[in-house]
């Protein structure tokens, strides 16, 4: 559940009621209000999405119960908003990168203690010692996140490496200052319970949302089911309103990618719903595939690419992301949805689990990928995001600025390859990740797909100067994660040579769960850790693109 807390704040500040007179408010409806306050619009979120740990009544609205909008509240035209996109183009053909292309990565990864148990209560634990650890749903689960560079969000490629770099180590510090390994993939590998985090705020919302998949538990896939039943786990009895723990372990990498700004740097609201698009598309899911990491889940191994592609769906939140094709049915249907309380911002009213959000820190987060122990395919996914960006400007451009037509060209130019697909269903989501399961990149469908991708981001990174690195890294990635193994050595997958040190010039063949086969679990959090903390360590030191393309044995 990255990104799902409540900010920090001053005591004075949280205390502070926003709303006290009337003529704060600009619209006041039975269950919620739009806020005008210090120059900024917020949405109050509804009383179910208010969270007291000091006893203050929900009735009053403090700064910790709002949600602030990332875009301007008056409508943007057409006109404004095809300016903004030639401009940012402009730039990028210059080889300038615009000042909101940012790019900010949360890494979900396991506590494995030296027994080859799931460490119990990681977040309150380390918390004390760690700034950038935030907490996850399960307690075994911690999640680091890039920090800004003298307080500016990272920017270029290698900002992105350094930054990725120091997420990481950090993760692995941490987890030996608790005599544990830290462990970077989609599903716990080792066998084990565990609970949900105990800090105040996740015992009142993790509830909320367990009851809505228990609402909705008809709409579970049987793969799913079939996943956690044979690790000894019924999804009746975990989403059972006497169950106390919600048992959803899954673990990603979420990406932040900063939108084109107005002169108010208040996003375009059309160039996010355009984007966000994209991140629902198999062009996305192409992508996205070189992270898969894992055959395990919970002790036991499974003949698939990703153990994450089945058991992430047993929240209704993962199930669809119904976004939209209009700017403004999206702004009214993200308001809206706060105030009722269906969602807690507006970030999340799509469902909120699925592949993607726009969020209110003025980005489009990816958060479909699953975690990876191998930074190259993380730095590789979160360069992408610039790729999938720019693809919205384009066909923003050619729309002049109207996001329903610019849907339309992406998939008359594309095909289905920048169509968005639904989360379940025919042709969706879940189909793809059944046909990889089974039959990974030698799927027709998925290889054509492949082989479009990089064709595709090949001319990007040929037509903007800025793309250029991005380019060469993602096809990198895409190129070795679909080369088929014969032989098997996960250290070797990662980078390891025979003394322990990360050897870029060991080839990248397969993906990382392809070299897991028959692996004891404990033996796989060793090997894993290890392995994260070397590339870390290289990843630190990197200080020009040469240096990134020599990390990546292109150069």
Same mark, same amino acid.
């Given at each position: ?59 009053? @609205? ?157 709409? @579970? ?113 993200? @308001? ?21 959000? @726009? ?197």
């Amino acid at each position: 559940m990255g990104g799902f807390l409540v900010e920090k704040m001053s005591r004075e500040q949280s205390h502070k009621d926003i709303a006290s007179s009337q003529e704060q408010l600009l619209a006041v409806g039975e269950k919620g209000r739009i806020i005008e306050y210090d120059g900024k619009v917020l949405i109050a979120k509804h009383e179910r999405h208010r969270f007291r740990e000091n006893g203050l009544s929900t009735r009053n @609205i403090y700064p910790s119960d709002t949600v602030e909008l990332p875009y301007n509240y008056n409508y943007i035209s057409y006109e404004q908003t095809h300016e903004l996109v030639n401009n940012y183009l402009v730039m990028l053909k210059r080889g300038i990168r615009p000042p909101s292309n940012t790019t900010g990565i949360e890494l979900e990864g396991t506590f494995v203690n030296r027994r080859g148990e799931l460490e119990r209560d990681v977040f309150n634990k380390a918390r004390q010692n760690s700034r950038n650890l935030n907490p996850e749903l399960m307690e075994s689960t911690g999640e680091f996140v890039t920090a800004p560079e003298n307080g500016s969000y990272l920017k270029d490629p290698v900002q992105i490496a350094n930054g990725l770099g120091k997420a990481i180590f950090e993760g692995i510090e941490t987890a030996e200052e608790m005599d544990c390994r830290f462990v970077i993939t989609s599903n716990p590998e080792v066998p084990g319970n565990q609970n949900n985090t105990n800090i105040p705020y996740l015992n009142r919302f993790a509830p909320i949302v367990k009851d809505d998949a228990y609402s909705y538990m008809q709409n @579970i896939p049987q793969q799913t089911r079939n996943i956690y039943e044979s690790v000894g786990r019924s999804v009746e009895n975990i989403l059972s309103p006497e169950h106390k723990t919600l048992d959803w372990p899954n673990q990603s990498t979420h990406i932040h990618s900063g939108i084109a700004q107005h002169d108010d740097e208040k996003m375009d609201p059309r160039v996010a719903l355009v984007a966000a698009h994209i991140r629902l598309s198999p062009f996305a899911k192409i992508i996205r595939s070189t992270l898969y990491s894992t055959r395990y889940f919970y002790g036991k191994e499974f003949d698939a690419k990703d153990t994450r592609a089945q058991s992430r769906w047993l929240l209704h939140t993962t199930h669809e992301t119904n976004l939209p094709n209009n700017y403004p049915q999206y702004v009214r249907e993200s @308001i809206t949805s706060v105030i009722n309380g269906d969602s807690p911002d507006i970030s999340r009213f799509t469902g909120g689990h699925d592949r993607t959000r @726009i969020t209110p820190k003025k980005t489009v987060e990816d958060i479909g990928a699953p975690a990876t122990p191998d930074a190259r395919a993380v730095l590789a996914f979160a360069l992408s995001q610039e790729i999938m960006n720019t693809l919205a400007l384009e066909a923003l451009q050619y729309s002049k600025g109207d996001e329903t037509k610019a849907l339309e060209y992406l998939q008359n130019t594309y095909g289905g390859l920048l169509t968005a697909q639904p989360g379940l269903g025919e042709n969706s989501d879940h189909d793809w990740d059944i046909k990889f399961n089974k039959n990974g990149y030698s799927d027709p469908d998925i290889n054509s797909q492949l082989k479009n991708t990089v064709i595709l981001i090949e001319r990007l990174g040929n037509e903007y100067p800025v793309l250029s690195i991005n380019s060469k890294i993602v096809n990198c990635m895409l190129r070795n994660a679909s080369y088929q193994p014969t032989e098997l050595n996960l250290q070797s997958r990662l980078g390891i040579d025979e003394n322990g040190k990360y050897d870029p010039l060991i080839p990248i063949k397969g993906l990382v769960s392809d070299h897991k086969k028959g692996m004891d679990p404990n033996e796989l959090a060793s090997i894993q850790h290890h392995a994260s903390k070397k590339q870390a360590e290289a990843l630190m030191n990197i200080e020009t693109e040469g240096d990134l393309l020599v990390f990546y044995g292109l150069k």
